[in-house]
């Protein structure tokens, strides 16, 4: 066999294991279709990157949703309320194909249901608004994954376009974590201040997820992490989520000829600097306007996987990154 038909193979058999993704913004178009938009979650629509047919064509067995309020100083409660009803009613109608992950034996349920995994998530703590007791509310409603702030300062920590407030984790901010861990909600740290990341990471005691980000070192965008940073996410046992989007790549133009190989070099720097063990998918998809050639939309995996075997990473090691990674963060953190 040669080296060409060997890849295709491995490609093919980690595909069949399943892709899991930790980011999307794929209820955005949902509520869009409650309102007589075009978009409907369980046909093939030409103006998103994810539905109901490219996740079973790309097999994404486990996607992360995520409710992203598009109005941060007003009404952000309600805003992600009304998303997590169009969720869960677009979920419900497809329950065939769908359904949502409260617990680890729904995981497992599903599983073997044959059935694609859905787990929400919130990004943005400003959704709170300043209330512990509504973690519960949305706790109750199926989030499993928040992340403190979206790029800003809110009332539990600074984001990471706030840099300049050095303010850091509030002790409310602190508080949430603690609720969080204790429910069985994923602590979410993409989107956070240097400050904040490091006084977050000093009260977690279960592992994190930095659900959408990449190398800093290789393009010094402020969402993406530094070396320091990888390192502490391994030393807590969490997981970085690679993301696809084009400007945490590369500061540089993308080309169909060089942004696929860069966003390659991503995982290959992370990998060499804290392992595989703690890399995982973070795709952003439907919450970018503009992917890298080869990586167009959820049916996409299959040239991703090739992409890290060419690259050499071991069939063993892309079933962790497409995948296992994300399943043993689950097992360690939701009750």
Known sequence: MDIDNFIESDVNKILEKGIVDCHCDTINFMIDSSNNYSYKFNHLNSDAHIDLPRLKQGNVKLQ????????????????????????????EYNYRDIGIVYSMEDLKKLKQQNKIAALLAIEGGEVLEGSIEVLGILYRLGVRSLSLTWNYQNQLADGALAEDFKRGLTGKGKKVIKAMEALGIIVDLAHLSTKSFEEAVEVISKPPLISHANSYKLCPHPRNLSDEKLKIIAEKKGLIGVSFYPPFITTNEVSKNNGFEKLLDHFVHIASLIGVEYIALGSDFDGIDQTIDGLKDATSYGCLIKGLLT?????????????????????????
Do not use: W
């Open 64 to 91: 992360f949703f995520a409710v992203c309020p598009t109005d941060f100083q007003n009404d952000t409660l309600k805003q992600a309320l009304i998303m997590i009803e169009s969720f869960h009613r677009n979920v």
């Open 311 to 335: 690259r050499g990473f071991s069939r063993r090691e892309v079933e962790l990154i497409t995948s296992e990674n994300v399943y043993r963060l689950l097992y360690e953190n939701l009750n």
